[in-house]
């Protein structure tokens, strides 16, 4: 079966830096999406890897490793506006998106 | 900035009532979703339309009706629920699924569904 796997839930000190990650097991692979959920909103698109690599968007990182079956998402600096759950989703060899159960962040002051 | 818009927020029903959820996308794209998601589970999807034709229906029971009249509007039709049909209903869209890996999909609010 397919099948992502993520942290529950992960706690981090505002100004530090926190590194969520994701791994997958997929019938193929055709991008891997990071999106943030702040509670009782929508999910909101942060990053898409397709290639192995880090892809830097300002204080937010994705990394992707396709032999390993790995990502992770860095966030640095950490406000406490980061705080929010965020979902990892692999798209498959039909194309169809595989979801995480989600990590959900706690930034302490 | 939210493309994608759904009513209403919040809804408390019955088992024997009948209600809709309404959804609206303004970023011109051709697909559109319904998931359900449930606390600390991952996303379920529900149904996708594409250019106005259902492609996915996931086992999905036949109390959950979906129905899409156009690109821009999707419908959830809902009738003698379930308690544990209570979850957070999701609506997303993207340019076209089929498109290559890169298609993202962009998501509403969502309604917040409660079954009593």
């Known amino acids: 079966g397919q099948n992502i796997d993520q942290p529950t839930e992960m706690t981090a000190t505002e100004g530090a830096i926190v590194q969520i990650n994701c791994t997958y097991q997929?019938?193929?692979?055709?991008?891997l999406f990071w999106y943030q959920q702040h509670a009782g909103e929508a999910p909101t698109f942060l990053s898409y890897n397709v290639l192995d690599g880090l892809e830097e968007k300002g204080r937010f990182s994705s990394f992707l490793s396709r032999s390993k079956g790995y990502s992770y998402l860095l966030l640095k600096e950490l406000q406490m506006k980061d705080s929010a759950s965020y979902l990892c989703?692999?798209?498959?060899?039909?194309?169809?998106?595989?979801w995480g159960a989600g990590t959900k962040l706690i930034i302490k002051p | 900035e939210t493309g994608v818009t759904q009513t209403p927020r919040h809804l408390v029903m019955g088992m024997t009532n009948k209600k809709s959820l309404k959804c609206e996308q303004h970023?011109?794209?051709?697909?559109m979703y319904w998931y359900k998601q449930s606390a600390k589970k991952p996303l379920e999807l529900m149904f996708v339309y594409n250019f106005k034709e259902q492609t996915e229906n996931n086992s999905v029971p036949s109390r959950f009706s979906p129905e899409c009249p156009n690109s821009s509007h999707l419908f959830l039709h809902l009738h003698t629920l379930q308690p544990e049909d209570s979850a957070l209903y999701l609506c997303?869209?993207?340019?076209?699924?089929?498109?290559?890996?890169?298609?993202?999909?962009?998501f509403g609010p969502g309604t917040r569904l409660t079954v009593l």
């Open positions: 970023l011109g794209h051709n697909a």
């Open positions: 997303a869209s993207s340019q076209e699924p089929t498109s290559g890996g890169r298609d993202t999909q962009y």
């Open positions: 997929t019938s193929g692979f055709n991008g």
């Open positions: 989703a692999v798209r498959d060899s039909n194309y169809q998106l595989i």
